[in-house]
């Protein structure tokens, strides 16, 4: 049998690892780019809002990913 884990599966196992919140949603996020293409970092935020309650409301993917790569987020053509 095989498969990949839920989602909330998925956070508590990082969780445990020690990553903090914001790590684990931006990451998120960006496996998601993968599946939605088309749909916005903010509303992939959106959509898994629900399992980080303590992440402020503030949040934003493009702030964190320039923090985390140290580059700014842009989506590249090929990518599309």
Do not use: Q
């Not at 508590?12 to 939605?36: C, E, K, Q, W, Y």
């Not at 980080?52 to 842009?74: H, L, R």
């Amino acid at each position: 049998m095989g498969g990949d884990l839920s989602t909330s599966e998925l956070i508590t196992h990082s969780r445990a690892s020690g990553f903090n919140s914001a790590d684990i949603l931006g990451s998120h996020v960006l496996r998601r780019m993968t599946n939605d293409k088309g749909t916005s970092p903010a509303a992939l935020v959106e959509r898994m809002r629900r399992y980080f309650p303590d992440i402020e409301k503030s949040f934003s993917f493009e702030d964190w990913f320039k923090e985390t790569y140290d580059v700014p987020y842009s989506i590249s053509e090929k990518c599309t």
